[in-house]
């Protein structure tokens, strides 16, 4: 299973950007299909982007326009990049990684970064 160690969170007042970082290590970077989800208090965790070994993106419809999600091969690290923050995008932001064609069972998470939006 691979490793995932998240960055890059911090409080930004609304309309502002951040970019999260999340590294990996311990497998074949290339081959995982890598997602950002969040998870804000009292709220289940939700998915927020995800992008395939294969460089194919999918959004949740609450980001459409305003995150992207790239990849790093050679860095073996996946960003989250944060437009036009507001309040509601307040949570924490978590890594999932797993090998394509894995079940979602064997894939490993991040410990998260904290996202703050507010003035």
């Known amino acids: 299973q691979v490793q995932l160690v998240e960055s890059g969170g911090g409080l930004v007042q609304p309309g502002g950007s951040l970019r999260l970082s999340c590294a990996a290590s311990?497998?074949?970077?290339?081959?995982?299909?890598m997602s950002w989800y969040r998870r804000a208090p009292g709220n289940e965790r939700e998915l927020v982007a995800a992008?395939?070994?294969?460089?194919?993106?999918s959004y949740a419809d609450f980001v459409k326009g305003r995150f992207t999600i790239s990849r790093d091969n050679a860095k073996s690290t996946v960003y989250l990049q944060l437009n036009s923050l507001k309040p509601e995008d307040t949570s924490v932001y978590y890594c999932?990684?797993?090998?394509?064609?894995?079940?979602?069972?064997?894939?490993?998470w991040g410990q998260g970064t904290q996202v703050t939006v507010s003035s």
């Open positions: 311990g497998s074949v970077f290339s081959t995982y299909v």
């Open positions: 999932f990684g797993v090998a394509e064609g894995q079940t979602l069972d064997f894939g490993s």
């Open positions: 992008i395939s070994s294969g460089g194919i993106t």
